[in-house]
């Protein structure tokens, strides 16, 4: 009895430390998927503004 309660305490340390490690994890891949969502919005805006010249650009023409 006192085994099994050893292992399942082991079990539940581990699967603690594993949690908390992929809580980690996921706090940076939040942070990343961020920072793209950022450089994306970025680059529509610039994709914009590009269309808008070559439009100007061709009115003249």
């Known amino acids: 009895m006192l085994a099994e309660g ?3 305490y082991r079990s ?3 699967m603690k430390m594993e949690l908390d490690t992929l ?3 996921w706090a940076e891949y939040e942070a990343t998927a961020k920072v ?3 450089e994306e ?3 529509e805006a610039k994709w914009e ?3 808008d ?3 100007s650009i061709e009115v003249k023409i």
Do not use: L, P, W, Y
Request: hydrophobic share 25%.
């Open 6 to 8: 050893k292992r399942i």
């Open 12 to 14: 539940s340390k581990e």
């Open 23 to 25: 809580g980690k994890e």
């Open 36 to 38: 793209g969502e950022e």
């Open 41 to 43: 919005k970025s680059v």
């Open 49 to 51: 503004r590009i269309k």
């Open 53 to 55: 010249f070559i439009s």
